[in-house]
């Protein structure tokens, strides 16, 4: 795993921890959110995750985002 995905990954751990409890999108991004966690323990123990889960959970992650920021606007 490259820096930048790890960096990409915990960014989005942080963003999407803080996605309104009222949001639609809130009980996806938990799920979401505790794949990543899972990853990331993973990682930290020098175990391997497949890359293409990795691309998987961050696509997931910013779409999440995306769909709670254009909640927020309507």
Avoid: C, W, Y
């Avoid at 999407?16 to 794949?35: M, N, Q």
């Avoid at 175990?47 to 910013?62: C, T």
């Amino acid at each position: 795993m490259d820096d930048d995905s790890l960096r990409t990954l915990r960014f989005l751990l942080a963003r999407l921890e803080r996605i309104s409890a009222d949001s639609v999108a809130a009980h996806r991004a938990s799920g979401v959110r505790g794949a990543m966690l899972r990853a990331l323990e993973k990682i930290e123990r020098g175990e391997q995750v497949p890359s293409q889960e990795l691309k998987r959970l961050i696509e997931n992650g910013f779409l999440l985002l995306e769909k709670a920021a254009k909640e927020k606007v309507r």
